[in-house]
């Protein structure tokens, strides 16, 4: 993996926002299960307002599912990166102390 000078990767920060990430999802993934339908009022039937708040309700709750679709993948992929790079490191050590410049 090429690193540029200076440009240092902590992966043990990484690994932890990676997990940190997926609990929030976690968390609001059950939020918005816990929450269901149900937020909108359900009567008077036919009422413009009920439609309009069904409708509202419905979207929200989409737009939080996508959400939590979304912070799910990033700390997903934050914590895939956190494993790329201690293993890039182990190998790279390995070899290193293979040709004898880090000690066994």
Known sequence: ML????????????ESVGAQVEATAAMLR????V???GLAPASP???AAVVAAQGAER?????????????????ADL???AREYRAADEVNADGLRR???LPR
């Open 3 to 14: 690193m540029h000078p200076g440009f240092a990767v902590d992966v043990d920060a990484l």
């Open 30 to 33: 059950e939020s918005v299960r």
């Open 35 to 37: 929450a269901g339908a």
């Open 45 to 47: 039937p036919g009422s």
């Open 59 to 75: 979207a929200w709750l989409a737009e939080l599912r996508r959400l939590v679709e979304e912070l799910d993948g990033f700390g």
């Open 79 to 81: 914590s895939a990166s």
């Open 99 to 101: 040709s004898g410049v």
